[in-house]
Protein backbone atom coordinates (compact mmCIF):
# COMPACT_ATOMS: atom_id res chain seq x y z
CA UNK A 1 0.00 0.00 0.00
CA UNK A 2 1.15 3.43 -1.03
CA UNK A 3 1.97 6.16 1.68
CA UNK A 4 0.19 9.53 1.33
CA UNK A 5 1.66 10.97 3.97
CA UNK A 6 4.33 14.03 3.17
CA UNK A 7 7.42 13.93 4.11
CA UNK A 8 8.28 17.35 6.01
CA UNK A 9 11.35 18.88 5.31
CA UNK A 10 13.23 21.06 7.84
CA UNK A 11 14.33 24.60 7.16
CA UNK A 12 16.22 26.80 9.32
CA UNK A 13 16.58 30.64 9.26
CA UNK A 14 20.10 29.92 7.59
CA UNK A 15 18.37 28.47 4.40
CA UNK A 16 15.85 31.20 4.48
CA UNK A 17 18.80 33.81 4.21
CA UNK A 18 20.48 31.77 1.60
CA UNK A 19 17.19 31.15 -0.63
CA UNK A 20 16.52 35.09 -0.37
CA UNK A 21 20.36 35.85 -1.34
CA UNK A 22 20.65 32.98 -3.94
CA UNK A 23 18.05 29.73 -5.25
CA UNK A 24 21.26 28.43 -7.06
CA UNK A 25 23.62 29.20 -3.88
CA UNK A 26 21.00 27.01 -2.10
CA UNK A 27 21.32 24.13 -4.32
CA UNK A 28 24.75 23.96 -3.89
CA UNK A 29 24.59 24.10 -0.59
CA UNK A 30 21.75 21.91 0.61
CA UNK A 31 21.18 20.00 -2.30
CA UNK A 32 24.74 18.83 -3.21
CA UNK A 33 26.34 19.42 -0.32
CA UNK A 34 29.51 21.40 -1.95
CA UNK A 35 30.03 23.70 0.62
CA UNK A 36 33.33 23.93 1.61
CA UNK A 37 34.63 23.25 5.30
CA UNK A 38 34.65 25.84 7.58
CA UNK A 39 38.35 27.73 8.34
CA UNK A 40 40.03 26.28 11.33
CA UNK A 41 39.70 30.07 12.77
CA UNK A 42 36.32 30.29 12.71
CA UNK A 43 35.51 27.21 14.09
CA UNK A 44 37.53 28.30 16.90
CA UNK A 45 34.93 30.79 17.70
CA UNK A 46 32.17 28.88 16.80
CA UNK A 47 33.32 26.72 20.11
CA UNK A 48 33.80 29.52 21.42
CA UNK A 49 30.91 30.64 20.91
CA UNK A 50 28.68 27.55 21.88
CA UNK A 51 31.13 27.20 25.04
CA UNK A 52 29.47 30.91 25.84
CA UNK A 53 25.76 29.18 24.70
CA UNK A 54 26.26 26.19 27.54
CA UNK A 55 27.48 28.59 29.89
CA UNK A 56 24.31 30.35 30.13
CA UNK A 57 22.19 27.39 29.75
CA UNK A 58 23.75 25.31 33.09
CA UNK A 59 23.78 29.01 35.07
CA UNK A 60 19.60 29.26 34.13
CA UNK A 61 19.46 25.53 35.40
CA UNK A 62 20.94 26.28 38.16
CA UNK A 63 24.24 24.31 37.60
CA UNK A 64 27.44 25.16 39.09
CA UNK A 65 29.75 27.53 36.32
CA UNK A 66 32.90 27.89 38.30
CA UNK A 67 34.61 25.36 36.76
CA UNK A 68 34.06 26.18 33.70
CA UNK A 69 35.08 30.03 34.52
CA UNK A 70 37.83 29.17 35.80
CA UNK A 71 39.28 27.31 33.06
CA UNK A 72 38.67 29.70 30.12
CA UNK A 73 39.46 33.92 30.75
CA UNK A 74 37.42 34.74 27.92
CA UNK A 75 34.29 33.17 28.85
CA UNK A 76 34.97 34.80 32.44
CA UNK A 77 35.37 38.33 30.82
CA UNK A 78 32.32 37.52 28.23
CA UNK A 79 30.28 36.57 31.77
CA UNK A 80 31.41 39.07 33.74
CA UNK A 81 30.97 41.91 31.44
CA UNK A 82 27.55 40.54 30.50
CA UNK A 83 26.14 40.93 34.23
CA UNK A 84 27.85 44.23 34.68
CA UNK A 85 26.00 45.21 31.42
CA UNK A 86 22.58 43.55 32.24
CA UNK A 87 22.01 42.23 35.99
CA UNK A 88 18.42 42.86 35.57
CA UNK A 89 18.64 39.71 32.64
CA UNK A 90 21.32 37.38 34.83
CA UNK A 91 19.79 38.08 38.73
CA UNK A 92 15.82 37.97 37.82
CA UNK A 93 14.01 34.56 38.43
CA UNK A 94 11.29 32.36 37.32
CA UNK A 95 8.50 32.58 39.29
CA UNK A 96 4.70 32.23 39.89
CA UNK A 97 4.19 35.19 37.18
CA UNK A 98 7.43 35.07 35.44
CA UNK A 99 8.32 31.99 32.89
CA UNK A 100 12.27 31.59 32.22
CA UNK A 101 13.83 29.08 30.14
CA UNK A 102 17.15 28.87 28.10
CA UNK A 103 17.77 27.37 24.84
CA UNK A 104 13.39 27.13 24.80
CA UNK A 105 12.72 24.84 21.45
CA UNK A 106 9.53 25.67 19.79
CA UNK A 107 7.92 24.07 16.29
CA UNK A 108 6.16 25.25 13.78
CA UNK A 109 5.24 23.47 10.26
CA UNK A 110 4.12 26.23 7.73
CA UNK A 111 3.37 24.40 3.84
CA UNK A 112 5.89 21.31 3.57
CA UNK A 113 8.23 22.74 6.27
CA UNK A 114 8.85 21.98 9.27
CA UNK A 115 10.58 25.13 11.33
CA UNK A 116 12.49 24.12 14.89
CA UNK A 117 13.60 27.54 16.45
CA UNK A 118 15.77 27.42 19.78
CA UNK A 119 15.22 30.16 21.88
CA UNK A 120 18.67 31.05 23.79
CA UNK A 121 16.34 32.71 26.54
CA UNK A 122 12.67 32.94 26.93
CA UNK A 123 11.29 35.95 29.31
CA UNK A 124 7.72 35.66 29.56
CA UNK A 125 4.87 37.13 31.78
CA UNK A 126 0.90 37.33 31.57
CA UNK A 127 1.22 40.27 29.25
CA UNK A 128 4.98 40.18 27.25
CA UNK A 129 6.97 37.71 25.85
CA UNK A 130 10.69 38.22 25.31
CA UNK A 131 13.06 36.23 23.35
CA UNK A 132 16.63 36.68 23.88
CA UNK A 133 19.94 35.80 21.53
CA UNK A 134 23.41 35.64 22.99
CA UNK A 135 25.98 36.40 20.00
CA UNK A 136 29.99 36.29 20.90
CA UNK A 137 31.01 38.51 17.85
CA UNK A 138 31.01 42.16 17.75
CA UNK A 139 27.60 43.85 17.21
CA UNK A 140 26.84 44.43 13.55
CA UNK A 141 26.89 47.86 12.13
CA UNK A 142 23.78 47.60 9.81
CA UNK A 143 20.49 47.37 11.88
CA UNK A 144 18.51 47.29 9.01
CA UNK A 145 19.81 44.21 7.97
CA UNK A 146 19.75 42.52 11.34
CA UNK A 147 16.25 43.22 11.34
CA UNK A 148 15.60 41.40 7.75
CA UNK A 149 17.68 38.84 8.88
CA UNK A 150 15.39 35.22 9.10
CA UNK A 151 16.90 34.94 12.74
CA UNK A 152 15.08 37.93 13.39
CA UNK A 153 11.79 37.53 11.40
CA UNK A 154 11.40 33.30 11.90
CA UNK A 155 12.09 34.12 16.10
CA UNK A 156 9.17 36.78 15.99
CA UNK A 157 6.87 34.92 13.81
CA UNK A 158 7.13 31.58 15.43
CA UNK A 159 6.64 32.42 18.76
CA UNK A 160 3.29 34.94 17.54
CA UNK A 161 2.01 31.51 15.89
CA UNK A 162 2.65 29.03 18.71
CA UNK A 163 1.61 31.30 21.71
CA UNK A 164 -1.34 33.66 22.83
CA UNK A 165 0.69 36.87 22.37
CA UNK A 166 -0.28 39.64 20.49
CA UNK A 167 2.96 40.98 18.34
CA UNK A 168 2.57 43.78 19.98
CA UNK A 169 3.65 41.91 23.14
CA UNK A 170 6.95 39.72 21.78
CA UNK A 171 10.07 41.42 21.51
CA UNK A 172 13.49 40.29 20.29
CA UNK A 173 16.75 41.11 22.29
CA UNK A 174 20.28 40.28 20.99
CA UNK A 175 22.87 40.61 23.38
CA UNK A 176 26.22 41.34 21.66
CA UNK A 177 29.05 40.35 24.75
CA UNK A 178 31.91 41.45 22.85
CA UNK A 179 31.34 44.42 21.06
CA UNK A 180 33.87 47.66 21.42
CA UNK A 181 34.70 45.92 24.99
CA UNK A 182 31.77 45.92 26.33
CA UNK A 183 28.13 43.86 25.43
CA UNK A 184 25.94 45.42 23.74
CA UNK A 185 22.15 44.75 22.74
CA UNK A 186 19.80 45.77 19.77
CA UNK A 187 16.17 45.39 20.40
CA UNK A 188 13.52 44.35 17.89
CA UNK A 189 9.61 45.30 19.02
CA UNK A 190 7.03 43.26 16.70
CA UNK A 191 3.51 44.34 15.32
CA UNK A 192 0.59 42.60 13.37
CA UNK A 193 1.76 43.98 10.31
CA UNK A 194 5.61 42.92 10.71
CA UNK A 195 3.89 39.86 11.20
CA UNK A 196 1.70 39.66 8.24
CA UNK A 197 4.51 40.95 6.19
CA UNK A 198 6.39 37.27 7.12
CA UNK A 199 3.16 35.41 6.89
CA UNK A 200 3.55 36.75 3.23
CA UNK A 201 6.70 36.46 2.47
CA UNK A 202 7.42 33.09 4.34
CA UNK A 203 4.69 31.65 2.48
CA UNK A 204 6.15 33.00 -1.03
CA UNK A 205 9.49 31.60 -0.29
CA UNK A 206 8.62 28.29 0.40
CA UNK A 207 6.16 28.13 -2.33
CA UNK A 208 8.66 28.81 -4.68
CA UNK A 209 11.12 26.68 -3.02
CA UNK A 210 8.46 23.42 -3.71
CA UNK A 211 8.18 24.63 -7.19
CA UNK A 212 11.71 24.65 -7.61
CA UNK A 213 12.28 21.12 -6.26
CA UNK A 214 9.86 19.60 -8.17
CA UNK A 215 12.14 20.84 -11.22
CA UNK A 216 15.21 20.36 -9.63
CA UNK A 217 14.28 16.79 -10.04
CA UNK A 218 13.54 17.01 -13.69
CA UNK A 219 17.14 18.50 -13.99
CA UNK A 220 16.43 21.97 -14.15
CA UNK A 221 18.47 24.03 -11.86
CA UNK A 222 17.39 26.63 -9.10
CA UNK A 223 17.27 30.36 -10.44
CA UNK A 224 20.57 32.05 -10.23
CA UNK A 225 21.44 35.66 -9.62
CA UNK A 226 21.31 37.99 -12.17
CA UNK A 227 24.58 39.41 -13.22
CA UNK A 228 26.80 41.91 -11.68
CA UNK A 229 24.51 40.79 -8.40
CA UNK A 230 26.44 41.63 -5.41
CA UNK A 231 25.39 37.79 -3.67
CA UNK A 232 28.20 36.90 -6.62
CA UNK A 233 30.80 39.03 -5.05
CA UNK A 234 31.03 36.49 -1.84
CA UNK A 235 29.98 33.53 -3.17
CA UNK A 236 32.21 30.34 -3.70
CA UNK A 237 30.40 29.21 -6.34
CA UNK A 238 31.30 31.68 -8.90
CA UNK A 239 33.56 29.08 -11.48
CA UNK A 240 29.97 26.57 -11.64
CA UNK A 241 28.17 29.62 -12.22
CA UNK A 242 30.23 31.58 -14.66
CA UNK A 243 30.36 34.22 -12.62
CA UNK A 244 33.00 37.22 -11.85
CA UNK A 245 34.19 36.74 -8.41
CA UNK A 246 35.45 40.27 -6.38
CA UNK A 247 36.06 38.42 -3.46
CA UNK A 248 39.81 39.47 -3.08
CA UNK A 249 39.11 43.03 -3.93
CA UNK A 250 36.49 43.11 -1.80
CA UNK A 251 37.70 41.37 1.46
CA UNK A 252 40.56 44.43 2.16
CA UNK A 253 37.26 47.17 2.56
CA UNK A 254 34.85 44.94 4.06
CA UNK A 255 33.30 45.66 7.18
CA UNK A 256 32.89 43.19 9.49
CA UNK A 257 29.52 42.70 9.10
CA UNK A 258 30.20 42.27 5.56
CA UNK A 259 32.74 39.30 6.14
CA UNK A 260 29.61 37.58 8.68
CA UNK A 261 27.57 37.59 5.47
CA UNK A 262 30.37 36.32 3.21
CA UNK A 263 31.43 33.40 5.61
CA UNK A 264 27.63 32.47 6.56
CA UNK A 265 27.15 29.87 3.58
CA UNK A 266 30.33 28.07 4.14
CA UNK A 267 29.58 27.32 7.67
CA UNK A 268 25.96 26.37 8.13
CA UNK A 269 24.07 23.08 8.89
CA UNK A 270 23.78 21.75 5.47
CA UNK A 271 21.73 18.10 6.65
CA UNK A 272 17.93 19.83 6.05
CA UNK A 273 17.23 16.79 8.67
CA UNK A 274 19.15 18.13 11.47
CA UNK A 275 17.61 19.73 14.17
CA UNK A 276 19.53 23.03 15.30
CA UNK A 277 22.00 22.55 18.16
CA UNK A 278 23.23 24.56 20.69
CA UNK A 279 25.22 26.18 18.53
CA UNK A 280 25.51 29.94 18.16
CA UNK A 281 23.07 31.00 14.88
CA UNK A 282 25.79 32.37 12.79
CA UNK A 283 23.73 35.77 11.06
S1 LIG B 1 27.88 32.77 -8.17
FE1 LIG B 1 26.10 34.13 -8.05
S2 LIG B 1 24.50 33.05 -9.16
FE2 LIG B 1 26.08 31.55 -8.70
S3 LIG B 1 25.43 30.59 -6.79
FE3 LIG B 1 26.80 32.26 -6.28
S4 LIG B 1 25.48 34.01 -5.91
FE4 LIG B 1 24.29 32.49 -7.02
Keep these: MQSTQTQLLRLSQGQLNLLERCPRQFQHTYLEQLHSPSNPEHE ?6 SRFHLLMQQREMGLPIDTFLQEDAQLQRWMSSFANAAPEILNSVSNNQTFRESEHYRTLQVQDYLFTVIYDLLIADNQQAQILDWKTYPK ?3 KRKLEQNWQTRLYLYVLAETSDYLPENISMTYWFVQSEG ?3 SVKFSYSNIQHQKTVKKLNQILTRLTYWIERYYHKEPFPQEPEGSKACD ?15 DIHSLAT ?9 PTIVDTN ?3 IASIQEVTL
Design 44 to 49: ERQTLG
Design 256 to 264: SEQMLEAKS
Design 140 to 142: PLN
Design 272 to 274: LLN
Design 182 to 184: KPQ
Design 234 to 248: YCQYTKRCNRQSRTE
